[in-house]
């Protein structure tokens, strides 16, 4: 078996890899990456081993798994956005597409999540919402509706019209909040429990010219947490769950001062105790670790990592949250870290060859 420990674990030897978990990788095809890869996850050390990949769908820039863990969705972002369904029952085994591509009725898709039985996208190019139901068999029938996003910002570049960016259900199922760059906005809509139909209940403005791109929902369900792209800034806002109502409340840097390269901030993950905030940033390519105090509302910069690789396009936990896995664009790499459980801060422990990175999710 061949072994790399700075760019992970090559094919080899797949009987040490199973029965431990699996990750699965999205990456843009039209650079040169290989569509979705699934990979097996050694639990001890955080390496990845490839076990197959499959480009049956292009540029699949996001990934969604089912509760059960048999089936992956993934978005096409492209001009004429798709999702599609792969099987990734366990085994050593390349995902198989069994379902799609599906229109999404929208272009540039980035984001997607599941609720009441149903995919949702956010579609980046045309400033939209789709949401598809699901068949028994996991796969996605025709869009059921669009929610259309109106209005601007002021970045002429950037801000022209709407860009839903990303999709967040709420951990009850009463709400889906879309984070809209284009119109420094969350849009919040109400969950059909039964049809699974989306209904506009409520916008919130953030600070114009902000460009919020992501959010997290804190593991407490009290507050959320907004990255902003375009002035790589965290927005701190309440959330009431209850009335779906989001408050924000303060804003905070998360890169340190004098700063001089454009950096343009892309993903945040919050740990499971709710200490820590971990916002990956392009172009300064690091990862800044922030720490909450109790009152979960004034976020401190605590200090910022390199991030492995070059353009971190995603940061996700590992179930355990113990590691953290940054999606590096550019450099076409997923580097795994591990993390400090008394500082947060994260230690570069390996990284695994993927060409044009843009997302990981865990089985």
């Known amino acids: ?97 069994i379902g799609g591509p599906v229109p999404v009725r929208g272009s540039g898709p980035t984001h997607l999540a599941l609720t009441a039985g149903h995919l949702v996208t956010a579609n980046y190019g045309s400033g939209s919402v789709t949401f598809l139901p699901l068949h028994a068999d996991g796969t996605p029938g025709p869009a059921a509706g669009v929610l259309q996003h109106e209005g601007g910002g002021p970045d002429a570049e950037r801000q022209e019209g709407p860009h839903a960016h990303q999709v967040v259900p709420d951990p009850g199922g009463r709400w889906l909040l879309a984070v809209d760059l284009g119109t420094d906005s969350v849009r919040i809509s109400a969950v059909a429990p039964d049809s699974g139909a989306l209904a506009p209940h409520s916008e919130t403005a953030l600070r114009p010219g902000s460009g919020p791109r992501h959010l997290v929902l804190h593991p407490a369900g009290t507050h959320a947490y907004v990255l902003n792209e375009l002035d790589t800034t965290l927005t701190v806002c309440r959330w009431d769950t209850g009335k779906g109502r989001l408050e924000p409340v303060g804003e905070v840097p998360v890169l340190p001062e004098g700063v001089e390269v454009a950096s343009y901030a892309s993903e945040i993950v919050v740990s499971p105790d709710g200490r820590y905030l971990w916002a990956a940033m392009r172009g300064h390519d690091s990862i800044a670790v922030l720490a909450l105090d109790d009152s979960r509302e004034k976020p401190a910069l605590v200090t910022t990592v390199d991030c492995g690789g070059r353009w971190p396009r995603d940061l996700t936990l590992d179930p355990a949250g113990r590691r953290l896995y940054v999606s590096n664009e550019h450099s076409g790499d997923v580097t795994w870290f591990d993390i400090d459980p008394a500082t947060g801060i994260p230690s570069r422990a390996g990284a695994f060859e993927a060409p044009a990175a843009s997302c990981v999710v865990f089985g």
């Open 1 to 97: 078996m061949t072994t790399d420990t700075t760019r992970g674990q090559s094919v080899g030897d797949r009987s040490e890899a199973r029965g431990e978990g699996r990750a699965y990788i999205g990456s843009f095809t039209s650079a040169g990456g290989r569509g979705v890869i699934a990979a097996a996850v050694d639990t001890e050390t955080g390496a990845l081993t490839e076990l197959g990949a499959t480009d049956a769908l292009a540029d699949p820039s996001y990934l969604a798994l089912a509760p059960d863990g048999t089936v992956l969705y993934a978005v096409s972002e492209a001009e004429e956005g798709a999702v599609a369904a792969f099987d990734v029952a366990p085994g050593d085994a390349a995902p198989r597409l």
